[in-house]
């Protein structure tokens, strides 16, 4: 794994299997790993390895065992927290910033110990986060318009790709979108009418985000032409999972110490 000074690590590594299902699944990786010009040694890395099937050259997406909410004593000791304990990090707090092909962040970097100040705008502003980095999600509803749904807890989820939930709440949402078909929990939706749809307003736990069609609709190409779908995909299990395809869109401030999340304005846009 390549890092930087910064403690930083690029997302886009290196090890490319084939796994098939959308669930996270993890090849575990035993290493000793460098951070700057020290090294962290026995400790267990998962990376989270997916590619859609009818989506030729799609990106992976990346889990890494170990940067867990803070066990407060009670678990082994997550890599993250090592680190601080040994004083490799000013911070026990690590953040992700995603960007498409950037000249330094390739396709992102995980940043461990400090903020990376110009990776986004404004302030970063913190939501209280519970057990495994499950946060209250007050409503998903449509900008000055109508509520779709109320009231659940979601977990923010670097492993996962879209933003999971429940077949019935998903498809309320997609339901305002020209869905022209739905395979393996996906919905395709009609590229043309890209600029027509809705922009989501989501309030997480207080703090509200909004998200435009550019941002909850991927555009992908291949030999046959163009296609697109929704960031919003159903599972069977109970429960919401907010993944990369909802936190590309924000510098993101993982704090175990303080249980809480960060969230500030991405300066760069993963496409």
């Given at each position: ?43 267990s ?15 992976m997406f ?13 678990l ?54 519970g ?5 209250l ?5 449509v ?58 307003l ?19 190409r ?12 159903y ?9 990369t ?27």
């Open positions: 794994i390549k890092t930087r000074v910064d403690h930083s690590i690029p997302l886009y590594l290196s090890s490319r299997e084939n796994y098939r299902g959308k669930r996270r699944i993890f090849q575990l990786l035993e290493k000793t790993t460098p951070v700057g010009d020290r090294q962290i040694s026995d400790f890395f998962g990376l989270g390895q997916y590619i859609i099937d009818d989506i030729p050259g799609s990106q990346h889990g890494i065992v170990g940067l867990s909410a803070h066990t407060g004593g009670q082994p000791e997550t890599f993250v927290g090592a680190m601080f304990r040994r004083r490799l990090i000013e911070e026990e707090i690590f953040s992700f910033c995603f960007a498409s092909n950037h000249e330094y962040l390739g396709d992102g970097v995980i940043v461990f110990g400090a903020l990376l100040r110009w990776c986004y705008n404004g302030e970063v502003t913190y939501i209280p986060a057990e495994n980095w499950s946060v999600v007050n409503f998903i509803g900008y000055e318009g109508q509520l779709l749904v109320n009231s659940f807890s979601a977990f923010v989820d670097t492993g996962t790709q879209f933003i999971d939930g429940p077949r019935t709440e998903i498809d309320r949402i997609n339901g305002l979108l020209d869905v022209v078909r739905v395979r393996d929990e996906i919905y395709y939706v009609n590229c043309s009418k890209i600029p027509q749809y809705p922009t989501f989501l309030s997480l736990s207080g703090l509200q985000v909004a998200l435009t069609p550019r941002e909850y609709v991927s555009v992908m291949n030999d046959t032409g163009e296609f697109c779908f929704s960031a919003f995909s599972h069977e299990q109970p429960g919401w999972y907010f993944g395809m909802f936190i590309r869109n924000f510098y993101t401030v993982f704090d175990p110490r303080r249980s809480r999340i960060g969230f500030a304005q991405a300066c760069f846009r993963f496409e």
